[in-house]
């Protein structure tokens, strides 16, 4: 592909031609099979993928061999911002979906631009923040239907986790293996082992509840 095109993706948006030709020049060129993994979740990693041709699909891993496809990306996208800005172990798996082309920017690669060319970096970064900032909008509102789908399906009609946590409504979970807690839900918090609800019991005890053993919710 013409690295002319690339200014026309949003990574590259509002950068000259030029511009984009110094990012390109630090960038390793990169093609996979499908089925190849670029990386695996949990690994260590600083690099950024710059999809060029093909499809990826980022997934997490639920359990054993059984993943769940969280997004599939196309030409234009780019895969692992977060570890690139921050150093951070990656937070899902990406594998290809079909033959693709890559451009890989390390983070100490992208150094000499930086040293080099300060103003492409600046307008490169705030061009990595806006795709940042829409994929957290777009996670924040998957995962506010998510939650309220569910709900739905287990009894709870169209209140959703948040509402019955503001409202602080009484309930029943009925967990995996026959086992019921009753209480009011206080708040839901994330950890890379999945979603948990903290549960004030009647009896005044506080517990957590890991989201994926839940079976149903019932207002009493």
């Not at 997490?60 to 599939?72: E, Y």
């Not at 900032?133 to 287990?154: D, G, K, N, P």
Request: aromatic letters at 6%; glycine letters at 8%.
């Amino acid at each position: 592909m013409p690295l002319i095109e690339l200014d026309k993706w949003r990574l590259f948006a509002d950068l000259a031609a030029d511009d984009v030709k110094v990012i390109a020049a630090v960038c390793e060129e990169r093609l996979l099979l499908t089925g190849e993994e670029l990386f695996i979740e949990g690994d260590s990693g600083d690099s950024l993928w710059i999809i060029q041709s093909g499809r990826v699909d980022v997934y997490k891993n639920i359990r054993g061999d059984i993943d769940r496809t969280l997004a599939s990306l196309g030409p234009g996208d780019v895969i692992g911002e977060m570890s690139f800005i921050d150093q951070s172990r990656r937070s899902a798996g990406a594998r290809t979906a079909e033959p693709s082309e890559f451009l890989v920017l390390t983070r100490a690669a992208f150094q000499s631009v930086q040293r080099e060319r300060p103003e492409i970096a600046a307008g490169f970064y705030r061009n990595l923040a806006s795709i940042l900032a829409v994929r957290l909008r777009t996670t924040t509102e998957l995962y506010r239907e998510s939650v309220a789908f569910s709900i739905e399906a287990t009894g709870a009609g169209r209140l959703n986790l948040m509402a019955l946590s503001e409202e602080l409504k009484p309930i029943t979970i009925y967990l995996s293996g026959g086992i019921t807690m009753a209480g009011r839900i206080l708040q839901m918090d994330s950890s890379p082992a999945g979603y948990t609800l903290v549960l004030k019991e009647k009896s005044g005890r506080i517990a957590i509840v890991p989201y994926h053993a839940v079976q149903r919710i019932e207002l009493d």
